[in-house]
Structures are given as structure tokens and as C-alpha cells.
């Protein structure tokens, strides 16, 4: 747009200096503003818009108008863009509208390319300084500054987004050459920068004068109440004295430290042998020993913590890609949630272990709080003062025992808790766990809010069953899964024997096991999901390999698989069981909280009248599988090959073995299915093959859980080929690189699918 001795409409505005390549709204209100705004839209939409200031009578922006809005009460509102500089020549008025000659700038630019280097280092120093000092600025403005080329631009951009006045904005709008422009606004910005410094000095000044006055007059205050009015014993006075100097040298938070004077104005009013005396005292002592809850560690780097984790625990990928998501938005964030997990997995599968981990990767104290067995709400809130021998709760113990407000709180057995008479401990949780309230938590015994929102909060469970939805709701549940044999190999190998070298204080090459004799220990010993008895054996071999380097004066002691026997004695499991299936049997995987298990259904028919009979101690979940198994046959017998009355003629017994112990879950339903088929048809199914995966009345084959136990347990049992819901596809291909080779998945999705393999076509 070049204008040049042009009249075009004149547009005057207060408290905003427009700059070429800015955009402002204006809202025109007044008849004469609605006029000019209408005259411009007239012709090309060019206005000369000027800022209304003593000091600035002709320096203004030649601008146009982009988009106009006309609004409910007849005012009009304009998005203006200004275009280039100008100057004002003349004016005149016409039809109610002001004119403005103008002849247009032409920006005079700096030549030297060192001297617009050195220009450009310049304000991106300074810039760096104010930002430190001034908040309201935005933080991408210095990216902004320094990917651009052209200095006229770098200044016109600072004036728009530097919180400056408009008189400053005036003298650089009015600079038509570059050179002084970058002058005026490294003046502007070095006046700022020594006013702003000042200002901090001041206040800084302000705030230690007025905590030396504050601190000495409640000083001199206790003294003339102490010595003058209450004529309490010298001894009582040093007392009070000695808190009053510490809560002057600790950092406390303000609603705790007025808890704090309020008591110590009840103290000195006490008398030496008053029996109260001693419980506001240790009350006192309690709130002195609170962490200051404002106050924040910066986290290590991702690749150090990256480094701890990987050290100390083998595999866990998902809680440590968790962990390093939650550092990395913590650099970017200045305020963001801390993460609530719950580490859901079997017993030895290191849930626990994993918290603590997390807690030293961080660099942060962790304390761990028990929850087993926990029945009282008042172990996690504390009891009320009026109550004797009370005490803070479990929670604000911790931070106590932290001495920090942004700690690792570990909530062991989380699942354990069981509410009573005395009060349900997971509503305390529930606030605690609330990202809401838990900046606001009120402990009984302390009576006074506190922040416990900074510290990160990792519970630990077995199983969600018993835990209400409302507390699952506020946690990220993360599922630890069992570990493979191969996967237990590699701990044993990097981790157990390391630990158990560093324990007992030996080389490295003193006692050797072979990875055969791992395996034997791994199938032949334990039977688990986690890695407590691998821990455990193998902490009696080197117990035992050790007494024989110092008997037998052997300079190292190797376990093979010969002579692991000696070392452990024998087996405690079968390393292969018997799996020949009979008519009527089939082979099932069964998921416990100790691992995979083999599970052989069993079903007989014999003459009778229908009669349905359960044994092996099964549950009412597997109970309604076989019934819905039952009801699946009875819709289907004739399309099955088997007699459509056969119901009514024949009594079926279903039994699992091993009946002392309990059997129950989602699982079994097309195993069942297999085995009544089998048992009416009078059909063999092959002992190479099991089975895993749920049914409903109309065959669809539903998916289960505890896959890689299962599997790891078929394996282990010489199973060739297992049958597995299709919706679990994606939970096998999770283990797919481990087991390659080693069994075969079937995948199906109905009743139809499964019988086909099982049965042939």
C-alpha cells in the first residue's frame, strides 16, 4: 500500500500506539467514529490512525481496515491493521469527517551487517534480563526475536508486546531510521531494566525489615506479658523465647505459624506444673517439625533416571516410560498434577521395590505407609487433641518423617483396607488422592490446613476388587504382569546374583550358575509370578557354596544342573505334568496370584434324568460358565451331533481336580464346553492342546486376562497349541518375541472357531 501526499480519513485513539504489521479492534462508539470507519470503507478502507499525546502531534500509521462488525446498539467494531509509518502534513474537515495529509516513510536501514549483530546480541541480552524481572511478558517472544532478520521489525515487535508507555512507544514509532530506532529501544529497555532491579532491591529490602520488626516486636511482646503482667518463672520466659527464635529461622508456612503463636500465647499463660503444659508443648513440637509444603526439588535428568531404573529393575517399561513422562512435563509446566499410580500385580513381581526405585531415580525421599489390615480412620488423619496419647495421622506422619513437602509417599496394600465402627480409612484417600481437596488437607490432630498436593503419591496393590470405584477412579491403575522364565533368567542373572555377591562381599567369579541350572531352579523350585522363592533358592545356594569355599578351600564353586540337587535337595514340582486326556477331558489355563496353572475339567454323563453335579471346589463365577456351556449345548445339540433330548436322559458330573483348592473365574467357559462334548460324543481331544477364553449363551468367545502366566505355564507343561480369544491378540503379541517357536496361538471369535480346532471339521 504506498501513499504519498494522499488525504484519506483521520483516525485518533487513545492508549494504544499502532505499529506496522499490528492488528487492533477498535470499537467505534462515538457518531464521529462511526463516521470515519464509514468514509474508509467508502473507498479502499485506508485510514492514517494517530495516537493521542501531547508529545506526538504528527508521527502516526498509515493502516487499513480488514473486517468491520456492526453490533446490537448500532456501533460498529473494526480490526485495523497498520501498514507503514507516516507523517502528518495537514489536516482538514469534510462532511463531518476529519483529513489527514500524510506523506508516507520510507525506513532508512542499517548497512553494516556487523553492526546489525551487534545490534541484535544487544537486545536479546537485555530482553533476557527483563524477562527475569517481569512475569506478564510472554516466554515465545524471545524465540520470536531471535528467528527474525529485519531489525526494524525486532524493534517494532518488542514496543508492541513490552508492558512500556506510550509515551516510549511514540519516540520509536516516530524513528524512521532503523539505527536509532535500535538506540531508542536499548535505552528504553536498559531505563526499564534499572527501575525493575531497583524495585526488586526495594521490596526484598521491604521484606527482610519487616520480619526483623515483626520477629523482634513478638519477642519484646512475650517478654512485657511474661515479666510485667503474668509474672511467669525466668525459665518459662526462655522457653517461649527459644520457640520464637526458631519459628524466626525456619520456613514455615503462614497458616501453621499462626497456629503456632496462638498456642504459645496459651503456654505462657501456664504454669510450670500444669498438667496441659507438656501436650501444648508437644503439639508445638509437632507443627515446628511440618515441612514447609511450597517448597519443590528439580528433577535429575530423564537420562540419569532412565539409568537408576534400568539398574535395579529388569523389564517394567510402562511405569518407567511413565515415570519420564511425568519429569518431562514437569520442565514444561509450571504447575502440573502430580501422578497418583497404583501398581497393580502378584505378590513378588516388585510393586514395592519399583515405588522405592522411582523414589531414588527422582532424587526424593520416599516414605513407605502401611496399609494392610488398617480399619480406623483415624490412623490416616490423626486423632482429636481432646483424645489422650493422641498424635498425628499416618499421612502428615510421613511428611514429618520426610522433611520435605515433595517426597515419594509409598501406600503399601492398598487393597488391605476394610472400613468398621471407627470410620472408613479409603474416604480419607479419597481427599487425599483429590487433586481438588488435597491442597487443603486437614489432619485431626495438627487442626489446621495443609498442603500435601506436592508430594507423589504410588500405592500398591494385589487385586482392584476391594477398592471402591470413586479411589480407583483417582488413580492411574498401571498392571505389573507376571515375569516369563526367560524374563526370570535374565533378573537372575542381572540383578539376584549381583545383589548376592555385593551381600555376602564376594568376587564376582566365585560362585558360578549356569543358565540350565537357573532354568531347573526357575521350573523345578518355584512356582510363582514374582521372584520371592527364586530369591530365596537361590540365596541358599550361595549360602551353601560359600561354606564350601571356605571348608573344601575351593577357589570357586560352580552349579550345573547334576549337581543342583545337592544345593537345594529335590524338586519340589514336577518339571512336565501328565496331561494324557481321557474322553471327557480337556485341558484349561488357569490364571492364581502366585502364576499360571495347568487345570484338567473333567466331565462324566450317565444314565438319568438330567441332573446337573459340580465338584473340585468350584466357585459361582466357573459354577454359571458351565451352566452357560449347559445351555449353549442344549440350543445347539442337533447342529453338535448329539441328541436333542439328550437332557433330559442323562446325568452330567463336571469336576476339576485337586479339589482342596478353590477354583473360580471368568475363564473356563469354552473348556467346559469342550469337555461335555467330548464326554457325549464319546471324542479324545489331543493332550497337546488348551484352552483359555469365556463364552455367552450365543458363542461369542469373550477375552480373559492373566495371558502371559497362562502361557508361561503351558510351556512349561509341553503344551503345543493353545486356543485364545481373538480380543486377546493384542495381549499375545506383547509376548509374541519370547514364546516364537515355542507353542502355537490359535485366535477365535466364536463357539464355531474353537470346536473346529478342537473337534476337526
Not at 88 to 99: A, E, M, N
Not at 585 to 590: N, V
Not at 660 to 689: E, F, N, R, V
Request: some cysteine.
Amino acid at each position: 500500500m504506498s501513499i504519498e501526499n494522499s488525504k484519506i480519513p483521520l483516525l485518533k485513539i487513545k492508549e494504544v500506539v499502532l505499529f506496522p504489521n499490528m492488528l487492533i479492534q477498535f470499537d467505534a462508539i462515538k457518531p464521529e467514529s462511526i463516521n470515519i470507519i464509514n468514509t474508509a470503507l467508502a473507498s479502499d478502507g485506508a485510514l492514517f490512525v494517530i495516537n493521542e499525546d501531547e508529545e506526538n502531534k504528527d508521527s502516526g500509521t498509515i493502516a487499513k481496515i480488514k473486517e468491520v462488525k456492526k453490533l446490537k446498539d448500532q456501533t460498529l467494531s473494526a480490526v485495523i491493521e497498520g501498514i507503514s509509518r507516516g507523517n502528518l502534513v495537514s489536516t482538514h474537515k469534510h462532511s463531518r469527517v476529519l483529513y489527514a495529509e500524510i506523506s508516507e516513510k520510507t525506513p532508512i536501514l542499517i548497512n553494516s551487517e556487523d553492526r546489525q549483530k551487534n545490534y541484535k546480541d544487544e537486545i536479546l541480552s537485555l530482553l533476557t534480563q527483563y524477562m527475569s524481572l517481569v512475569s506478564r511478558v510472554p516466554k515465545e517472544l524471545f524465540d520470536i526475536i531471535s528467528n527474525m532478520k529485519d531489525l526494524g521489525k525486532v524493534v517494532d515487535t518488542l514496543a508492541i508486546n513490552l508492558p512500556m508507555t506510550d509515551l516510549y512507544k511514540n519516540k520509536i514509532l516516530k524513528q524512521n531510521e532503523v539505527d536509532k530506532r535500535v538506540v531508542e529501544i536499548i535505552k528504553i529497555m536498559n531505563k526499564e531494566i534499572s527501575a525493575l532491579s531497583l524495585q526488586c532491591e526495594i521490596k526484598e529490602k521491604v521484606r527482610v525489615d519487616m520480619k526483623n520488626a515483626e520477629r523482634e516486636y513478638l519477642l519484646k511482646k512475650q517478654m512485657e506479658k511474661i515479666k510485667e503482667e503474668l509474672g511467669v518463672e525466668p525459665d518459662v520466659d526462655d522457653e517461649v523465647q527459644e520457640y520464637l527464635h526458631t519459628i524466626s529461622q525456619v520456613k514455615i508456612d503462614e497458616p501453621i505459624k499462626d497456629k503456632i503463636i496462638k498456642e504459645l500465647k496459651k503456654l505462657e499463660k501456664m504454669k510450670k506444673d500444669y498438667a496441659e503444659r507438656g501436650i501444648v508443648k508437644g503439639y508445638i513440637d509437632t507443627l515446628l517439625e511440618l515441612p514447609c509444603s511450597d517448597e519443590k526439588r528439580h528433577d535429575p535428568s530423564i537420562h540419569y533416571i532412565t539409568k537408576k531404573l534400568d539398574e535395579e529393575h529388569f523389564g517394567l517399561e510402562e511405569i518407567k516410560e511413565r515415570v519420564i513422562e511425568y519429569v518431562a512435563t514437569n520442565r514444561f509446566a509450571e504447575k502440573s498434577d502430580n501422578m497418583i499410580l497404583c501398581l497393580v500385580g502378584p505378590p513378588g513381581v516388585g510393586k514395592t521395590s519399583i515405588a522405592m526405585s522411582i523414589a531414588k531415580s527422582l532424587k526424593k525421599r520416599y516414605v513407605r505407609i502401611p496399609l494392610g489390615g488398617m480399619k480406623d480412620e483415624s490412623e490416616l488423619r490423626g486423632h482429636r487433641r481432646t483424645y489422650v496419647g493422641a498424635m498425628p495421622g499416618k499421612i502428615i506422619s510421613a511428611f514429618i518423617e520426610a522433611g520435605e513437602g515433595a517426597f515419594v509417599a509409598i501406600f503399601d496394600e492398598i487393597d488391605k483396607v476394610s472400613s468398621s465402627f471407627k470410620g472408613d480409612p479409603y474416604s480419607v484417600l479419597l481427599e487425599v488422592f483429590d487433586y481438588e481437596q488435597n491442597s487443603k488437607f486437614k489432619d485431626y490432630y495438627i487442626d489446621v490446613e495443609y498442603n500435601v498436593s506436592n508430594a507423589l503419591f504410588i500405592c500398591t496393590a494385589n487385586s482392584l476388587e476391594n477398592i471402591p470405584a470413586p479411589l480407583i477412579d483417582r488413580m492411574e491403575i498401571v498392571y505389573l504382569e507376571g515375569y516369563s522364565d526367560s524374563e526370570k533368567l535374565e533378573i537372575v542373572k542381572k540383578h539376584l546374583v549381583v545383589n548376592q555377591n555385593i551381600k555376602y562381599n564376594i568376587k564376582n567369579d566365585k560362585v558360578l550358575i549356569s543358565d540350565n541350572a537357573i532354568m531347573n531352579i526357575i521350573n523345578e523350585f518355584t512356582r510363582e509370578a514374582g521372584i520371592r522363592d527364586l530369591t530365596r533358592e537361590i540365596d541358599k545356594i550361595y549360602r551353601k557354596a560359600i561354606k564350601k569355599l571356605f571348608t573344601d578351600k575351593q577357589s570357586s564353586v560352580r552349579i550345573t544342573s547334576s549337581n543342583l540337587h545337592k544345593y537345594l535337595g529335590e524338586p519340589h514340582y514336577k518339571i512336565k505334568q501328565d496331561m494324557h486326556t481321557n474322553i471327557g477331558e480337556t485341558i484349561g489355563l488357569a490364571w492364581t496370584a502366585y502364576g499360571g496353572k495347568i487345570l484338567k475339567v473333567q466331565v462324566d454323563v450317565l444314565e438319568g434324568s438330567g441332573q446337573f453335579r459340580f465338584t473340585g471346589k468350584i466357585g459361582q463365577v466357573m459354577n454359571e460358565s458351565a451352566v452357560i456351556a449347559h445351555t449353549y449345548l442344549r440350543l445347539n445339540a442337533e447342529k453338535l451331533g448329539i441328541a436333542k433330548d439328550f437332557h433330559r436322559n442323562v446325568d452330567m458330573h463336571i469336576h476339576i481336580p485337586e479339589g482342596s483348592i478353590a477354583k473360580d473365574g471368568p475363564s473356563a467357559g469354552i473348556t467346559l464346553l469342550c469337555a461335555m462334548i467330548s464326554a457325549l460324543k464319546g471324542q479324545k481331544l489331543s493332550d497337546k492342546l488348551a484352552m483359555t477364553g469365556e463364552m455367552t449363551i450365543k458363542g461369542d468367545i469373550i477375552p480373559v486376562g492373566g495371558l502371559k502366566e497362562k502361557i508361561t505355564s503351558a510351556i512349561r507343561n509341553n503344551i503345543e497349541k493353545v486356543i485364545i480369544p481373538e480380543d486377546n491378540r493384542r495381549d499375545i503379541e506383547k509376548i509374541m518375541k519370547e514364546t516364537h517357536g515355542k507353542i502355537e496361538y490359535i485366535f477365535v471369535k466364536n463357539v464355531e472357531e474353537a470346536l473346529e480346532v478342537a473337534f476337526g471339521k
